[in-house]
């Protein structure tokens, strides 16, 4: 079974406005955390947020924001004030468990390729 | 300085060559990736190393050989490659520590593509 999914494929959006880019997973440890990457074209894989699963408060990193739902296993990237330069696939991760001999491995998921249109 | 480095960025290869990808991290990391990156499928992991000690290996075919000569830096030598080996490969260096905030970070990628 899938670890992490990202249910859509592809998303276009008016520049300006909000984005919500889904993201589901399937764990059952108690303790883990959840990343979201930027990839774009040049193929760098970009961290842009993380929340632990005891984090009480979603996690926001300027324009980004996690909506996390933990009863239904939700870890939703929000993008505020979509750019031309937020155009890019967007990738959801998990990491379970502690990490253990320095092997901090993450699971990812199919990723989201976000178009914003001027 | 980028804080991950991979050379080179595309690869071309016969499937009978002999290659070698090369990563290097300047971020003063102790744990090392290898990640592939296939259309419309996860990054999958394939190898990581700590401390310069293979931690784990997904089932990778020996045609794909990992080497790391040290903590800075981590290899993927290639030999008798098969078409659908063709994808992005991506490496990633992390703390190495137990802090579960800690993200990896990752290279721009070498394109490999195998004819």
């Known amino acids: 079974a899938q670890k992490i999914t990202q249910t859509q494929p592809g998303m276009f959006v008016q520049e300006k406005e909000a984005v919500t880019l889904d993201c589901t997973y399937d764990t059952s440890d108690q303790s883990y955390g959840l990343f979201w990457y930027k990839q774009p074209s040049s193929g760098e894989m970009i961290f842009l947020i993380y929340q632990g699963s005891y984090d009480e408060q979603n996690a926001t990193e300027g324009r980004y924001s996690l909506n996390f739902q933990k009863a239904r296993k939700s870890a939703n990237l929000v993008i505020s004030a979509s750019q031309l330069g937020d155009s890019a696939m967007y990738f959801c991760?998990?990491?379970?468990?502690?990490?253990?001999?320095?092997?901090?491995?993450?699971?990812f998921g199919t990723g989201t390729r976000l178009t914003i249109i001027p | 300085e980028t804080g991950v480095t991979q050379t080179p960025r595309h690869l071309v290869m016969g499937m009978t060559n002999k290659k070698s990808l090369k990563c290097e991290q300047h971020?003063?990391?102790?744990?090392m990736y290898w990640y592939k990156q296939s259309a419309k499928k996860p990054l999958e992991l394939m190898f990581v190393y700590s401390l310069e000690e293979r931690v784990e290996n997904n089932s990778v075919p020996s045609r794909f050989s990992p080497e790391c000569p040290n903590s800075s830096h981590l290899f993927l030598h290639l030999h008798t490659l098969q078409p659908e080996d063709s994808a992005l490969y991506l490496c990633?260096?992390?703390?190495?520590?137990?802090?579960?905030?800690?993200?990896?970070?990752f290279g721009n990628g070498t394109r490999l593509t195998v004819t």
């Open positions: 990633a260096s992390s703390g190495g520590g137990d802090r579960a905030n800690s993200p990896l970070h």
């Open positions: 971020l003063g990391h102790n744990a």
């Open positions: 991760a998990m990491r379970e468990g502690i990490a253990n001999f320095g092997n901090e491995k993450l699971t």
